[in-house]
């Protein structure tokens, strides 16, 4: 689907052309793991169809669309290649986060070309000097998804008062930077999953940012940044953490989802050589594919309603409990925890066909166990404050 002219596509129609790129990416998924990048084919056609806009500012030629068309189109892309699907989710909202930012930083970044791409790299290791103006800021980033195909990045930095680490309460801030204030380490990014996000390593040295160039995390937290001046839909004041949380977990929808067909596919003619028993009359495989089919639609029910209560508290211009946020962030983060167990269950069930690097099934595995890494979706990390918030306590992180 090309973009038409001046005209929005409809969801249903994003979501649509998605789907329609199975076939294909699936064909280039062996290509995305060798390159370890998404082909640039791919990034092509789905700048094309308009993918990348759909949480964009309409004001900057966005669609400003409800996030679930969102997730949507990243679910389908997944289910062809779940690298592509992973880098499609974090590229695809940081025009959310973009949106955040003060708009003479929006400017630069779109003001020329709206279609520009923008990655990120949250870890908090950049070292941080205030100076007049803004801050100069120097590090080595990894974990940098799709870097390849942008034009500027956010990094995460920790901004201590006076400089000086350890002084008091930190402020977390992103860092926006164009692509002529860093250069990208392509030699780290060796893995066993994901191999295809082109996760690479960012390297800066002492360069200046200006402070309109900065997002506070707390601004984020408090849903009250400067952006919302001239971005002021209700698309714009929700929770960034819900936002990036559910595009970091959605992706494995699409893992599982390509896993399950697999294992049907393997299922649908195996006959084991030492007992003769034919796996589609096996009803343990059909006990752990039924379960699999089952929890993960229950799962993305779940997250499909989530977003929209959150709408619906952004529609009426009301705050989401602290709650509801610290226990919606907890469900979207167990996603992919629990769809890889739910697909190691059905590859110890398919015997010496499931152990072949060439089985359809066996890079999605890898692809669901290497995204239990990331740390916006370790539940771990939440449990505390669903807790904590139903007894009245804050946050103790406050990403959510």
């Known amino acids: 689907m090309q973009e038409r002219s001046g005209v929005a596509p409809t969801a249903d129609e994003l979501i649509a052309c998605a789907k329609a790129m199975i076939p294909t990416l699936k064909q280039r998924a062996r ?9 640039k084919e791919s990034i092509a056609e789905m700048k094309a169809a308009g993918f990348f806009r759909i949480l964009q500012p309409k004001r900057w030629g966005g669609y400003e669309m409800h996030p679930n068309v969102f997730f949507e189109v990243q679910k389908a892309l997944a289910e062809g290649c779940m690298s592509t699907g992973w880098m499609y989710g974090v590229l695809g909202c ?17 003001g020329e070309d709206s279609s520009m791409l923008v990655a990120s790299t949250y870890q908090p290791v950049g070292q941080v000097k205030t100076v007049e103006g803004g801050f100069r800021l120097s590090g080595h980033w990894g974990f940098s998804t799709g870097s390849v195909h942008c034009g500027w990045v956010l990094l995460g930095a920790l ?40 996760s690479h390593d960012i390297i800066v040295d002492d360069v200046f940012v200006p402070e309109y160039r900065t997002h506070r ?26 936002v990036f949380t559910r595009s970091v977990s959605t992706a494995a929808f699409g893992g599982a989802q390509a896993a399950i067909n697999a294992g049907m596919a393997i299922m649908q003619d195996r006959v084991s050589t030492n007992t003769g028993k034919a796996s589609k009359a096996d009803p343990i495989l059909h006990a752990a594919l039924a379960r699999a089919i089952s929890e993960k639609s229950e799962m993305e ?10 709408m619906g508290y952004a529609e009426r211009g009301e705050p989401i409990p602290m709650q509801k946020r610290a226990f919606f962030t907890y469900q979207s983060s167990n996603v992919v925890r629990r769809l890889a167990d739910l ?18 099934i066996i890079q999605p595995w890898f692809d669901l166990h290497a995204g239990r890494a990331h740390v916006a979706i370790d539940p771990a990390n939440r449990t505390a404050d669903v807790i904590g918030t139903l007894l009245g306590e804050e946050p103790s992180f406050t990403f959510l």
């Not at 029910?301 to 959150?310: A, I, K, N, Q, S």
Request: aromatic fraction near 10%; proline fraction near 8%; include cysteine.
């Open 343 to 360: 697909v190691d269950d059905i590859v110890k069930l398919l015997g010496g066909r499931a152990i072949y690097m060439t089985r359809e």
């Open 159 to 198: 901004v201590w008062p006076n400089d000086v680490p350890g002084s008091g309460p930190p402020d977390m801030r992103t860092f926006l930077l164009p692509r002529s204030d860093y250069t990208i380490g392509e030699d780290a990014w060796h893995v066993f999953g994901l191999q295809g996000t082109g």
């Open 31 to 39: 290509q995305c793991t060798s390159e370890r990048n998404v082909p």
């Open 217 to 242: 995390a707390v601004d984020g937290f408090l849903c009250q940044n400067p952006g919302q001046a001239a971005n002021d839909g209700p698309l714009y004041t929700l929770p960034w953490a819900q």
């Open 94 to 110: 940081h025009p959310y986060e973009l949106a955040l930012f003060h708009d003479e930083a929006q400017a630069e970044v779109w």
């Open 301 to 310: 029910t779940t997250l499909r309603l989530t977003f929209d209560e959150l």
